[in-house]
């Protein structure tokens, strides 16, 4: 079976560029969730998604960021415009409801 | 107060030692536990589930006490490669949330 596949795995980008990040969760899952992962603050949730609906996306931490998820296999998480404080790594993550979750490889972002 | 909070260590132990950590939650709805393993560089990978009656996967033991709203994860006969990070993991009732504590780090020294 397929894991969680995230794409890219890492990405460089100038102050300023929209960033995408994509999340193919695993099959069968109904639950996805956007993680960010600094050393300063650990694995925030940002958004999470069940049968493709935005359930709480109280995380995401301003405007700049947005997330969706058109159909059951496929997520993306945009940053518009990125900034430097927004390097980190960001995980993809899913699972059946109420189970264990699955991760991702994660995408190792960098702003400069 | 953070949801789940757990010591950040390091926790340095020779190996073959016993090593135990602790994880406290905020949420007295919380209904599902779980310790997960982070490798430097890696995601997080599911170590366990954590079941109300207590649970043992062969070297690892984990522990549930609701009344005192902690998680305890015990690690036996520590090998090198037990050294990584520990995520302490809880889902709240209703929610769908899986929410993490920042990990502890464990060393398993020669």
């Known amino acids: 079976d397929a894991g969680v596949i995230q794409s890219p795995r890492h990405e460089v980008t100038e102050m300023g560029q929209e960033v995408t990040l994509r999340c193919k969760p695993i099959?069968?899952?109904?639950?996805l969730f956007w993680y960010r992962q600094t050393m300063m603050r650990g694995l925030e949730l940002l958004i999470y998604f069940n049968n493709n609906v935005p359930i709480d996306d109280s995380g995401m931490p301003e405007d700049r960021f947005s997330a969706k998820m058109p159909n059951a296999s496929f997520s993306t998480l945009k940053i518009q415009p990125s900034e430097p404080r927004d390097s980190a790594v960001y995980f993809c993550a899913s699972s059946r409801v109420n189970e264990k979750l699955f991760f991702g490889s994660g995408t190792q972002l960098s702003v400069l | 107060r953070k949801e789940v909070e757990q010591d950040p260590g390091p926790f340095n132990v020779p190996e073959g030692a016993t090593v135990a950590f602790n994880c406290t939650y905020s949420n007295s709805a919380s209904q599902s536990f779980f310790w997960y393993r982070q490798d430097c560089r890696k995601e997080p990978k599911l170590l366990m589930s954590v079941y109300s009656s207590g649970n043992e996967d062969g070297r690892f033991t984990a522990q549930l006490n609701r009344a005192s709203q902690y998680i305890s994860l015990l690690i036996r006969d520590s090998k090198l490669s037990d050294s990584a990070t520990y995520l302490c993991v809880v889902l709240t009732s209703g929610t769908y949330k899986y929410i993490f504590g920042t990990g502890t780090r464990l060393k398993v020294l020669a």
């Open positions: 099959s069968g899952h109904n639950s």
